[in-house]
Nanobody, 125 residues
């Protein structure tokens, strides 16, 4: 069984930065597509970023492009989301997700097999 554990969330002022981490265990990590999603109160879970198994290809939602960076360290079985220039509208629970298929295009939440428990990010104005 795959386990994903997120960390790094918290409270930050607008314009600040946070780095989220997601540690994986339980299956070969270096062949998995990994992604970040977020869910604000009363809203649907939305795609944020995706990284392919090798780390060579990344995809971003338009609203976070040029501010967020997804990366992975396959030796540590961990992915990261560096979030800069944070805005109040970035406030949400952020979820790490993984899938064993090697997707070559960004995919939605329904394509991911396993999920973390989420970490809260709150950006104050």
């Amino acid at each position: 069984q795959v386990q994903l554990v997120e960390s790094g969330g918290g409270l930050v002022q607008a314009g600040g930065s946070l780095r989220l981490s997601c540690a994986a265990s339980g299956r070969p990590f270096d062949t998995s597509t990994m992604g970040w999603f977020r869910q604000a109160p009363g809203k649907e879970r939305r795609f944020v970023a995706q990284i392919d198994w090798s780390g060579a290809s990344t995809y971003y939602a338009e609203v976070v492009k040029d501010r967020f960076t997804i990366s992975r360290d396959n030796l540590k079985n961990t992915i990261y989301l560096q979030m800069n220039s944070l805005k109040p509208e970035d406030t949400a629970v952020y979820y790490c997700a993984g899938d064993g298929r090697r997707w070559k295009v960004p995919v939605g939440a329904d394509k991911y097999d396993y999920w973390g428990q989420g970490t809260q990010v709150t950006v104050s104005s």
